[in-house]
């Protein structure tokens, strides 16, 4: 059972929006930065975003993040069939003194 | 360009040692932390520590310490994962990542390890 809590999967047709969520608490996503990445099938995980919002460069802005209180969101505009892959959040949890990450979301581009 | 090189696949036996290498290149090695996440057959990423080559500091996830050795030899700009008794439920996907700044977070992956320890 995962620290942050994020929904196994999610669905939305090419050139749609969709929204992942990642849930958590006062020691970690609630006090501290939340980063995303994307693992394509058979690949290691890649930086989306980070510090909450920031993307690095050369990652498109129809990747976007957010973070209320202790949940945070990764926003996906103009899907895309090359976006199906896993989707992880990840943070530093103060009480439990490690890196924890999301369960992961597995996104379908039907 | 920022590189994380990591070797091929382990095949090994219960009770055996292992240690695989992650080879950092395009920047300077010594001065940003590099991190180990595991992740087993078709489950998510799990931290196992991280290590500051510059001087060695290394920090354990209270799920990992005792059961692997984080090292780093920055002369030649490489920092490794260490078992030394393997185990069956050790078969996993192992990363190196670098951690990109001060905050919590890894910008650079390498391709990953495939371990596989079985008799």
């Known amino acids: 059972q995962s620290v942050l809590t994020q929904p196994p999967s999610v669905s939305a047709a090419p050139g749609q929006k969709v929204t992942i969520s990642c849930s958590g608490g006062?020691?970690?996503?609630?006090?501290?930065?939340v980063s995303w990445y994307q693992q394509l099938p058979g690949t290691a995980p890649k930086l989306l975003i980070y510090?909450?919002?920031k993307r690095p460069s050369g990652i498109p802005d129809r990747f976007s993040g957010s973070k209320s209180g202790t949940s945070a969101t990764l926003g996906i505009t103009g899907l895309q069939t090359g976006d199906e892959a896993d989707y992880y959040c990840g943070t530093w949890d103060s009480s439990l003194s490690t890196v924890v990450f999301g369960g992961g979301t597995r996104l379908t581009v039907l | 360009e920022v590189q994380l090189v990591q070797s091929g696949e382990e095949v090994k036996k219960p009770g055996e040692s292992l240690k695989i290498p992650c080879e950092g290149s395009g920047y300077n090695f010594t001065t940003y932390w590099i991190g180990w996440v595991r992740q087993m057959p078709g489950k998510g990423l799990e931290w196992m520590g991280i290590i500051y080559p510059g001087d060695s500091d290394t920090r354990y996830s209270p799920s990992f310490k005792g059961q692997v050795t984080i090292s780093a030899d920055k002369s030649i700009n490489t920092a490794y994962l260490q078992w030394s008794s393997l185990k069956a439920s050790d078969t996993a996907m192992y990363y190196c990542?670098?951690?990109?700044?001060?905050?919590?977070?890894?910008?650079?992956w390498g391709q990953g390890t495939l371990v596989t320890v079985s008799s």
């Open positions: 510090d909450n919002n």
């Open positions: 006062s020691s970690n996503i609630g006090n501290n930065y």
């Open positions: 990542a670098r951690q990109g700044g001060p905050t919590i977070f890894f910008d650079s």
